[in-house]
């Protein structure tokens, strides 16, 4: 990492602002190592988080005995912000059964990532690091389901009788895991409970659940419950199944019983005169849930954004060799241009399904005849303009400018038609799952607004988002029509925008502060632009594949 690229990225913190969403957060690991010959390991996962560059525990799920691949039951409820880098660490323990003790247990392996990574990509896999960094054969896996529109939650009390027995000498001991069947066939743990010991007729603890965990708002959805016999081995036995829903559940709620029979599929079809395993009953149902649940608006965090930035490199930032030029590169004190750079596009990289960024520069004459061009890769690649993330793009810069000579005039239509065009392909295809932000970097007064305002219209109808930082001390003022918070903007033959999909703000206002309070004001009104397009096309954010949602991803 450049020194440049460090210093900017260092001065990024948390700040307060306003919820986004609530996430639900859901753990699993696979292939924990034995570290006991004997016995296998019973893990439990501390989730942390970063804060003023301290990690702080926030919770953690509950201890499985003897699992290598455990799924844990507890669900962590976080508030995501989008324009902010939420750092969260999960660090997994070996918790002898003699005790629950976090300074005794043994440490396995950590993982640290953003909440936006797990966000964007809904089910984040990545191998566990050992002390010394060191790569182990265990690997975590987060899954993020956001919250919808309601808070509606529901406590429930479930107990069963006449369960079958699957111990020689002593009764079963049962314990009961309820999941909600996916849009693609795939089975969500909603809920497990505690084991109740040599009981035949056991009744389990009252659970908190939100309705959005339970069904996803959906009081039809199928709920598979399962019941069975712990073992301390790890190799439960099965005893028995049932399917229900919450619309039966809420038979609970005016005092009555809800029962379902406990199936065992091979008992009845062997078993002459069987009748079932045991019966299961809800005791208790009751929360706050509407009878018509007010679903939010569901934001698609499935799409896939593509990050572009453009730089303005006219003669008015002055001379580059000059301290007191916008682009001058001083050894460790990153510009005005670098903060805002690595400000925006640190919360950006996130989304970015790839991680590559292109880069344009605009207003210079470029080699090799010094042409002035107002759309040139900054890597001089105009085949592949992109760079390996922000950090690629701070590089490309930093070589580039002794190559260039700046000139002018400050024209960004050419930069916002050419992203557009992109832009526009995506649109006509099948999916149409792919939303394009264009991140301008300029210290003037542009000199075509005309053909900007034209390109800002004709842009509002495609899956792009325009944020546009203003970078010294000049008079911006002409900049906040193309802003439409104070009306709509028009092009110059009267057509209105479809929507808003541009923020101006002047780097000046921020720059005695953090350059994060900089990415919460520009990024703050992107996930509304990005529904907002959505939903005049009438597209629903499609349900990511198994294969999509699995796939393994570098930090």
């Not at 909440?115 to 990509?121: E, K, P, R």
Request: charged share 25%; aromatic share 10%.
């Amino acid at each position: 990492m450049s020194n440049i690229y460090e210093s900017a990225a260092n001065t990024l913190g948390l700040f307060n602002s306003p919820c986004l969403a609530k996430v639900e957060l859901r753990v699993t690991c696979k292939g924990i190592s034995d570290r006991d010959a004997l016995s296998k390991p019973d893990p439990c996962v501390l989730i942390k988080m970063q804060s003023h560059g301290q990690w702080l525990e926030v919770d953690r799920t509950e201890v499985i005995r003897s699992s290598i691949s455990p799924t844990f039951s507890k669900v962590f409820t976080v508030d995501f912000y989008f324009e902010e880098v939420q750092r969260l660490r999960y660090e997994l323990y070996d918790i002898s059964s003699n005790h629950n003790g976090i300074k005794e247990a043994d440490f396995l392996g950590a993982m640290e990532c953003t909440l936006g990574q797990i966000v964007s990509q809904r089910k984040l896999t990545k191998p566990l690091l050992k002390q010394g960094s060191t790569v182990s054969k265990s690997f975590i896996m987060v899954t993020a389901e956001e919250l919808t529109g309601n808070d509606d939650y529901v406590e429930l009390s479930f107990s069963a009788r006449k369960l079958d027995d699957k111990d020689f000498f002593s009764k079963s001991d049962p314990f009961l895991e309820i999941f909600r069947m996916n849009d693609d066939d795939t089975l969500q743990l909603v809920h497990r409970t505690e084991t109740v010991m040599n009981n035949l007729n056991p009744v389990w603890k009252t659970f908190k659940t939100s309705l959005n965990s339970l069904c996803s708002g959906d009081h039809d959805r199928p709920l598979k419950c399962t019941v069975w016999d712990w073992d301390s081995n790890g190799k439960h036995d099965y005893i028995g199944e049932y399917q229900a829903t919450f619309k039966e559940m809420r038979g609970a709620m005016d005092g009555r019983q809800v029962q379902w029979e406990c199936i065992n599929p091979k008992y009845q079809i062997k078993k002459k005169n069987y009748k079932n395993s045991g019966i299961v009953i809800l005791n208790q149902c009751k929360g706050k849930v509407h009878t018509f649940a007010v679903i939010g608006v569901k934001l698609p965090f499935d799409c896939h954004l593509s990050s572009q930035v453009a730089i303005d490199f006219t003669a008015s930032n002055g001379d580059p060799h000059n301290s007191c030029s916008l682009h001058y590169i001083h050894p460790y004190q990153p510009n005005e241009y670098l903060k805002a750079l690595v400000a925006v596009g640190e919360i950006c990289q996130d989304y970015d399904s790839d991680k590559m960024f292109p880069a344009f520069g605009f207003g210079a004459q470029i080699p090799p005849d010094f042409k002035v061009s107002h759309d040139f890769a900054v890597n001089f690649n105009e085949e592949n303009p992109e760079c390996a993330g922000i950090q690629g793009v701070v590089e490309a810069y930093q070589t580039c400018l002794p190559k260039l000579q700046l000139y002018g005039p400050t024209n960004i239509a050419p930069i916002i038609q050419k992203v557009a065009s992109s832009a526009s392909q995506e649109m006509h295809t099948k999916e149409a799952m792919q939303y394009f932000i264009l991140l301008i970097l300029t210290d003037g007064v542009i000199t075509d607004m005309a053909d900007t305002r034209e390109a800002i219209v004709q842009a509002s109808h495609l899956p792009m988002s325009i944020i546009i930082v203003g970078v010294g001390s000049a008079d911006f003022s002409d900049m906040q029509m193309l802003d439409g918070d104070d009306g709509i903007l028009r092009s110059p033959k009267g057509e209105p925008c479809l929507r808003d999909i541009v923020q101006f703000v002047p780097f000046r206002n921020f720059k005695h502060g953090s350059p994060a309070e900089l990415a919460k004001t520009v990024l703050a009104e992107v996930p509304n632009q990005v529904v907002d397009y959505y939903n005049n096309k009438g597209i629903k954010p499609k349900v990511p594949s198994e294969f999509e949602s699995s796939r393994t991803f570098a930090p």
